[in-house]
């Protein structure tokens, strides 16, 4: 999983293209992924792909999962780090955007 | 004969990457292998344009040329397959390729590469049409189904177009046509400076011009609706409303 | 002409050479003089320039790399049709010296007495060397050359099967025979430094026409530029272009294979032709000589008309051993005796 930062703050907070980062929600959440450091987003803006899962603050919990029922790929879920607004039972953010704090992993 | 092509419209790609997964999907290809890949130029920046790319199916390919063994060959349909059996992994065809579309399956030491895997144009390869071999060693035959590509079929703005190449080359000009040339004719900024791109197509001075040459809208510059079918064969769809294509006029919006 | 092909290579590479940067995701910055006309982009697109992509592996994200036509008809042109050529005019050449001017005889015959030359050290050496450049020489000429001559005479899957192997004896076999080549150069190193005789040597073309036999020394001055020499030079340059293209793994990128590819397809192609004429001259076409590395003696006279030089300072060695009241073993090693190390 991974998220795309801009090089001004990648820069900042001393990340590299590639490199791990703990991503911090508001609540407190922490994810673990990998920065894709690129102008794609504006400076202060982090994007986070979502609708993946089997990674929950950065432990595998793939063999969670009924045999066979695996998904080929594991990572993160955005949900995890998200805050206020969310529907109660998927965490889902009504409005797809939260605060967070990146810093190297 | 119909001469099969790619085509991609770099202003349409969002690179989305769709046509990427719907090879790999279609055709269970192995991990590590990328029978298509969409690249970005300019991420992140003004003119930043996506192209997927794939093996071009070339009329004078250099990997037939190059290789050692014989086993790449050009099909009547322009399509450009090869045999995995008789591959033997020297790579030479990845080496002579400009697009570097062969793929292999390890890069290990000794020059081990494996076989030679690459784009088919949906079209298979040597074995039996349809066939269980021909699957598991190529991936599903699509043309032999009388279909297309998967992946210009799965393009989400039909950026990627596929099929006879006169008939992508004339989608392709209308394209053309309907957007105008615009801001991205060469010396259009030397002319206008940078002022001169417009927040909309319609506010350029010979936005006019365009609508003069076809008052009832341009509809007459428009393709049919409906699917195009070319020797039976579906070629695309041609109700695709370009009134939504980013900067192209609308009815009544010119302003003089 | 390799270092021409070489220079001329590298110096066309100019603004096309992709640095080694592993990472798709950086970007070339397309100099934007005016804002977004489609030429810098096609323009761009046609450079080699990197993009992003979201694919993995070595150059993923290059969208044009039009070296590789280059290449293609640099190597389907030249290099086949001047090595093909080159490969069947040396061994018409050699027949036809073999035909006509017939072998060089030793004058007199064998005397029976027998004088020892090469360590059975440089003899290992020397065959390991010899037998895997034979298997590398046929195995990579059938690579090139074969879709042209075996695919008519076999049929491409008889001959797909016989490349697949050619290849992977060619690949493997191909680090050994370079440890092999490295192993001659030093062995015999010594011998083949030029001396005070090989200038005339070679204006006298050796004798081999004229059948005179210009004084040599341990190994005459043919033998030290023909064979060592060419060895030490294009021999190196085909080694060290093969050892680029049998280990890709490092992560070289087209461009770097391409000159590779070239490289080793005119050097090994100059090496083979003049090995070829090497194996003719130690075996059929000098009587006596095939002995010398096979058991390591030759006969006195072999010695005496084809190496004078060195035959008097073994006798001159004998004879003074033998005024000295030494036992002189029969025929002994050069004053320099190569160690067997």
């Known amino acids: 999983m991974f998220a795309e930062i801009h090089p001004v703050d990648a820069n900042n907070a001393g990340i590299r293209d590639g490199q791990s980062i703990w991503l911090e929600g508001a609540e407190g959440a922490k994810l673990k992924l990998k920065a894709l450091v690129t102008r794609r987003v504006a400076p202060g803006v982090v994007f986070m792909p979502f609708h993946f899962g089997g990674h929950f603050e950065g432990k595998d919990l793939g063999s969670k999962y009924p045999p066979g029922a695996e998904p080929y790929v594991l990572g993160e879920a955005a949900n995890t780090a998200m805050t206020y607004g969310y529907d109660s039972v998927t965490q889902m953010q009504e409005t797809k955007v939260s605060l967070c704090r990146v810093t190297r992993a | ?256 | 002409m390799l270092l021409i092909c070489a220079a001329l290579w590298t110096l066309s590479y100019g603004a096309f050479a992709a640095g080694p940067g592993a990472v798709p995701a950086a970007t070339r910055q397309a100099s934007l003089r005016v804002p977004d006309p489609g030429a810098n982009l096609w323009r761009d697109v046609r450079g080699a320039t990197r993009g992003t992509t979201q694919a993995t592996g070595t150059e993923r994200g290059v969208l044009i790399n039009a070296r590789g036509e280059d290449w293609r008809r640099i190597q389907t042109g030249p290099i086949t049709r001047y090595g093909g050529w080159a490969l069947f005019l040396t061994l018409l050449a050699v027949l036809a010296f073999h035909v006509f001017h017939g072998r060089v005889r030793l004058e007199g015959g064998r005397t029976g007495k027998t004088v020892f030359r090469w360590p059975l050290f440089n003899r290992l050496v020397h065959w390991y060397t010899a037998v895997l450049f034979i298997i590398q020489a046929l195995t990579g000429i059938s690579l090139l050359f074969g879709k042209h001559v075996l695919i008519p005479l076999i049929g491409k899957p008889a001959f797909s099967a016989y490349a697949e192997t050619a290849k992977i004896l060619h690949n493997y076999l191909g680090l050994l025979f370079v440890l092999g080549v490295l192993a001659t150069l030093v062995v015999v190193f010594k011998h083949n430094l030029p001396e005070r005789g090989d200038l005339k040597w070679l204006l006298k073309g050796g004798g081999l026409i004229s059948k005179s036999h210009p004084p040599a020394g341990f190994v005459n001055a043919g033998e030290k530029l023909l064979t060592y020499w060419i060895i030490a030079t294009v021999g190196v340059v085909a080694c060290v272009s093969g050892l680029v293209l049998d280990f890709p793994n490092f992560g070289q990128f087209r461009d770097t294979m391409q000159l590779a590819n070239i490289v080793h397809g005119a050097a090994t192609m100059i090496w083979v032709v003049v090995i070829i004429g090497h194996i003719y001259l130690s075996t059929a076409g000098v009587e006596g000589t095939v002995e010398a590395m096979w058991t390591g003696r030759v006969d006195q006279r072999w010695a005496e008309q084809h190496h004078s030089l060195w035959y008097e300072e073994l006798d001159r060695v004998e004879a003074d051993s033998a005024r000295s009241g030494t036992e002189a073993e029969g025929g002994r090693e050069s004053p320099a005796e190569p160690s067997a190390g």
């Open chain 2, 1 to 256: 004969m119909a001469r099969m092509k790619f085509l991609i419209d770099a202003e349409r790609c969002t690179e989305c990457n769709s046509c990427v997964t719907a090879c790999k999907a279609e055709h269970n290809v192995p991990w590590g292998i990328n029978r298509r890949q969409v690249i970005t130029i300019n991420d992140g920046e003004f003119g930043e344009r996506s192209l997927s790319v794939a093996c071009m199916h070339c009329s004078d390919a250099p990997c037939i040329a190059v290789c050692p063994v014989d086993v790449i060959y050009s099909t009547d349909d322009g399509v450009v397959l090869h045999d995995k059996d008789g591959c033997i992994g020297c790579g030479y065809c990845f080496f002579a390729c400009p697009f570097g579309a062969p793929q292999f399956p390890s890069n290990s030491a000794f020059g081990s590469r494996g076989k030679m895997d690459k784009c088919t144009f949906c079209a298979g390869g040597p074995e039996a049409d349809n066939s269980p071999a021909e699957y598991r060693k190529y991936g599903r035959n699509r043309l032999a189904e009388g279909k297309l590509p998967i992946c210009a079929e799965m393009c989400s703005s039909k950026a990627l177009l596929a099929g006879d190449g006169n008939q992508v080359a004339n989608i392709f000009r209308e394209r053309v046509v309907w957007r105008g040339a615009a801001a991205l004719a060469w010396g259009w900024g030397v002319a206008y400076g940078k002022k001169g791109v417009k927040k909309s197509y319609a506010q350029y001075p010979h936005a006019a011009t365009l609508e003069r040459a076809a008052p009832d809208g341009a509809a007459s510059l428009r393709p049919a609706a409906g699917p195009n079918r070319h020797n039976g064969r579906n070629i695309g769809n041609n109700d695709v409303d370009n009134s939504r294509v980013r900067g192209a006029p609308r009815a009544g919006s010119v302003q003089p």
